[in-house]
Every structure is written in C-alpha cells, then in structure tokens.
C-alpha cells in the first residue's frame, strides 16, 4: 500500500468523523431547541392553569361573601317582619270592638305571611341565580 494512499484513507477517515461529529453537534442542538419549545408550551400551559384556578377560587370566595351578605339582609327581613307583625297585632282601633280587631289582626296577619311566603321565595331564587351568574362570569377564563 502506498504512503499516498495511505494518508488519503486517514484524511478521508478523519474527515467523516469530523463530519460525523458535526452533524451530531447540529442533531443534538436542534433537538435541544425542540425541547426547550415543549418546555415553554408547558410552562405557559401551567401558568394558564394557575391563574384560571385563581380565577376560580376568587369568584367562589366572593360568591361565599355575596351569600353570606344575602343571608344577613334575611335575617334583617324577618326581624323587620316581626316588628311589622307585633305593630298590627298592637294596632288599636278607636271604633271597632275587640272581637273585630281580633279577626281583623289575624286576617291581616295571614295576608302578611302569605305575602312573605311568596317574596321570600321569589327574592332567595332571585338571590341564589344572581349570586350563581356572577361567580360562573367572574371563574370564566379570560
């Protein structure tokens, strides 16, 4: 075999290696982009997560605070419902007499439960759709 041949066989030989090794380097550089590409999208996916869960937790905190406000303002109705109540069962009548005042009282004290029956209903349905609509507006992602 000749000298020539000989270091054109290592020239070759060291020149695919090198070559070798460069397109390794050129592999290994793009799927190391490709990765930190997947560990972006994660990471934006998580912070995404994040704050729609903080979102969430925000409208049901206020939601919590909002019924809490709507059970006070009942509790403020039936106290103001018993005033109301003991101020007509108190009410004198200057010209009727006691067993007329008596049935007109208990008459109008039905009527007043009825009433209060039917818009309490009416007001806690109101009240719960309201406080529903607006914990699902404020959980709603952005």
Not at 43 to 54: K, L, P, T
Not at 131 to 140: Q, S
Request: hydrophobic share 45%.
């Amino acid at each position: 075999m000749s000298p020539q041949l000989l270091i054109a066989a290592i020239i070759a030989a060291a020149s695919f290696g090198t070559a070798w090794r460069i397109q390794d380097w050129r592999f290994d550089a793009k799927e190391k982009t490709h990765e930190e590409q997947k560990l972006v999208q994660v990471q934006h996916s998580a912070a995404v997560q994040i704050r729609r869960a903080d979102n969430v937790i925000v409208a049901q905190n206020a939601a919590t605070s909002r019924a809490v406000a709507l059970r006070t303002d009942r509790d403020r109705a039936y106290s103001e419902l018993e005033r109301l109540r003991d101020t007509l069962a108190n009410m004198p009548r200057a010209s009727a007499t006691a067993s007329t005042c008596a049935e007109s009282g208990s008459k109008r004290n039905v009527v007043l439960l009825e009433c209060l029956a039917s818009y309490e209903a009416l007001a806690r349905d109101a009240d719960l759709w309201k406080n529903d609509a607006l914990m699902l507006r404020d959980a709603w992602p952005k």
